[in-house]
Nanobody, 117 residues
Framework: VQLVESGGGLVQPGGSLRLSCAAS????????MSWVRQAPVKGLESVSS????????YYSDSVKGRFTISRDNAKNTLYLQMNSLKPEDTAVYYC???????????WGQGTQVTVSS
């Protein structure tokens, strides 16, 4: 299984970014997918998740109303549209999933998002 994130960068407060996660080595459409972030000197925070056929989504209170998770099962790709970005959104963002049958978690390498003027 390989998860490859892209789309991070430096953006001013109030700006937008769209993260992508290209997945391979798994039946993508069957997997519950998540975005998790880690800010400097902070622990991991589950930002958003989406069920296999995108009928149900989850957002942390810190991003609700500003971030939108989506997926394109035909392209094996997960997205995170981030609007109205704040300095406290600065973190490394990871794409992650879990194979419940194997009890194995899969993570991408992460993409850095920096919100600063």
């Amino acid at each position: 299984v390989q998860l490859v994130e892209s789309g991070g960068g430096l953006v001013q407060p109030g700006g937008s970014l769209r993260l992508s996660c290209a997945a391979s080595g798994l039946t993508f459409s069957s997997y519950y997918m998540s975005w998790v972030r880690q800010a400097p000197v902070k622990g991991l925070e589950s930002v958003s998740s989406i069920y296999s056929y995108s009928s149900n989504t989850y957002y942390s209170d810190s991003v609700k109303g500003r971030f939108t998770i989506s997926r394109d099962n035909a392209k094996n790709t997960l997205y995170l549209q981030m609007n109205s970005l704040k300095p406290e959104d600065t973190a490394v963002y990871y794409c992650a999933t879990r194979d419940d049958g194997l009890g194995t978690d899969y993570w991408g390498q992460g993409t850095q998002v920096t919100v600063s003027s």
